[in-house]
């Protein structure tokens, strides 16, 4: 309960059913404080379900077990406790998630809602120390000459950094992030990346990551959670994850996710497999 | 796409003509009976409405071209205080729009499904229903009781109807946004006004503008003819000359009708412009 907790966050046992689909099956996981670990697993596998829980967006089952954040239970059997849920966790999203209409400077000082008072957030009266603390933010992420620009006019990958930079002005201690970069092209997918070791590193803060290429989890995080199934089959150092030990968690649906061992400077196409799955889907309507 | 094109160009292609002959005969019958229920309804109605009477067209025929004789030599003399009174009639549909707007955004953002619980969203949308389901002119007379003759009557009945039609589109608007922004702002501890504020609003604006400006000029439309039951503005002499058959002056303040909301029509496809 006291704020030196070394652990971060933990999990225990949560589930999640929708309908007759289990999404998440009794899942388990503790993050240290200033860890940077990768979740990785084929589509499906229940990552994205398991980040909406710890981000206060999704509440598990009634009978099913709890979420901490530093220490104080943000859910428990079904039901959510706001206070702890909400603003104590940054989330960075596949999409980006900013206000495309809105300047990217406005959408950075949105980190500030939780913490200032009410009235002066819904009013949109932000002071010039938090101001500046954006413009810091941006800079920080290295976009500082945008701030007056819509966030719609930026690329992919300045989107990412501008969203990291609103989660900067946050001030959580524990960032995650729901597949950040599988909306990239490898450069910028490096260059986010990198932003986000860096916050870890040098603000010691909690990130969880989930990816699609394994490729990305092994060169930045130390460790790697693997969920198959809506349940964890694999928590250790992402060195063990080689390619036939993936193929051996997953079966078929590790193609997804095993890439050329030169993927991140390669030219690596994430996209190629479902591509050719859609590519043969269409042949299929059309012989119909 | 292919397949369409593929289908209609090639001749020869047998197993694509098997169900195209299907297609036809089902919405064939169809197609009938919505012609049957037209031409029955056409019937029924024929009676009822005096079409009985279209022979008068002719017969009267006379009257008709002295009528439109007059209304073929405007008379300006009193130009004026035409324009005092298409003002008046701007005016009060400028307040009209502008408080429909105010209450808009709230019962807009109220009656969408994505934004606010059942028992919030139907007693909302049915107020709404009601607002909307009575005419500006029924809304106007039961004003001019309330608060007397004059242009205030009709900027209350263009209040309350485009309260109900706005709200309709502003929370169409409202059910059509991307949901991730606003999520993505829940997540930094933001309240529910916050979210919508920050996170709707912005996404929502360009359309709520434009349907803002579409409804003022549809209100400054109506405005003129809310002068008939005496609330206020050009309509209310527009009426007047007719019914004492100074037809020439009619024809003038009609001129000055269309040339207004053509003005208008313009005016605010260029706000448009500059705002989105």
Same mark, same amino acid.
């Given at each position: 309960? *006291?704020?030196? *907790?070394?652990?971060?966050?933990?999990? *225990?046992?949560?589930?999640?059913?929708?309908?007759?689909t289990r999404a998440l099956n009794g899942?388990?996981?503790?993050?240290?404080?200033?860890?940077?670990v990768a979740l990785i697993g084929a589509s499906g596998s229940g990552k994205s379900t398991l980040i909406r829980h710890i981000a206060g967006l999704e509440i598990g089952d009634g009978d099913s077990g709890r979420v901490e954040i530093l220490g104080a239970v943000s859910q428990a059997g079904g039901r959510m406790n706001r206070e702890a849920a909400r603003g104590r966790v940054a989330v960075i999203f596949q999409q980006f998630n900013l206000v495309g209409r809105l300047s990217v400077l406005t959408n950075v000082l949105i980190g500030h809602l939780g913490r200032i008072p009410r009235w002066r957030g819904t009013l949109g009266l932000f002071n010039r120390h938090e101001k500046d603390k954006a413009q810091a933010a941006l800079a920080r992420v290295g976009i500082p000459q945008v701030a007056a620009q819509r966030a719609s006019t930026l690329s992919g990958g300045q989107q990412q950094r501008a969203a990291i930079a609103r989660t900067l002005v946050q001030e959580a201690r524990i960032l995650i992030a729901d597949e950040p970069i599988s909306a990239l092209d490898p450069s910028a997918a490096r260059r986010v990346m990198d932003v986000l070791a860096a916050i870890s590193r040098e603000d010691a803060i909690t990130v969880l990551v989930s990816l699609h290429q394994v490729e990305y989890a092994r060169r930045y995080c130390r460790r790697t959670i693997a969920m198959r199934d809506g349940a964890i089959v694999y928590d250790g150092p992402s060195t063990a994850?080689?390619?036939?030990?993936?193929?051996?968690?997953y079966g078929a649906a590790s193609e997804e996710l095993v890439l050329p061992d030169a993927a991140p400077s390669g030219p690596a196409d994430p996209m190629a497999p479902s591509g050719v799955e859609l590519h043969t889907r269409q042949t299929a309507l059309a012989t119909v | 796409m292919t397949d369409v094109i593929a289908s209609t160009g090639a001749t020869h292609a047998r197993p694509m003509t098997s169900p195209a002959v299907v297609k036809p005969a089902r919405s064939g019958m169809r197609s009938w009976l919505v012609a049957l229920v037209l031409v029955g309804a056409l019937a029924a109605s024929w009676g009822p409405a005096e079409i009985g009477r279209w022979t008068y067209l002719f017969s009267d025929a006379g009257n008709m071209a002295t009528y439109a004789q007059d209304f073929l030599k405007p008379d300006f003399k009193e130009w004026a205080s035409y324009l005092r009174e298409m003002i008046v009639t701007i005016q009060i =549909?400028?307040?009209?729009?502008?408080? =429909?707007?105010?209450?808009?955004?709230?019962?807009?953002i109220l009656s969408a499904h994505n934004m606010a619980p059942w028992w919030v969203l139907h007693p909302v949308r049915r107020l709404m229903d009601l607002f909307r389901a009575i005419h500006e002119i029924v809304f106007a007379v039961l004003f001019v009781v309330a608060v007397g003759l004059g242009p205030f009557a009709g900027v209350m009945a263009l209040f309350v109807h485009t309260?109900? &039609?706005l709200a309709k589109l502003f929370s169409e608007a409202v059910e059509a946004i991307d949901p991730r922004p606003v999520e993505a702002i829940r997540t930094t501890g933001a309240s529910r006004l916050q979210q919508v504020i920050f996170g709707v609003i912005p996404q929502v604006l360009p359309l709520w503008i434009s349907f803002s400006l579409y409804r003022l000029e549809s209100n400054i439309r109506s405005a003129t003819v809310l002068g008939l039951i005496g609330a206020g503005g050009i309509g209310q002499i527009l009426f007047e000359s007719i019914r004492g058959f100074y037809y020439p002056q009619a024809s003038a303040i009609l001129l000055i009708i269309v040339a207004t909301v053509t003005l208008m029509d &313009?005016?605010?496809q260029q706000l448009r412009k500059l705002v989105i």
């Open positions: 309960m *006291t704020e030196i *907790t070394p652990i971060a966050l933990s999990v *225990t046992n949560l589930s999640k059913r929708y309908g007759e899942v388990s996981l503790m993050l240290e404080q200033g860890e940077m994850l080689s390619n036939d030990f993936l193929a051996e968690l | =549909a400028l307040w009209g729009t502008f408080l =429909a707007v105010l209450l808009s955004i709230p019962f807009g309260t109900g &039609i &313009i005016l605010s």
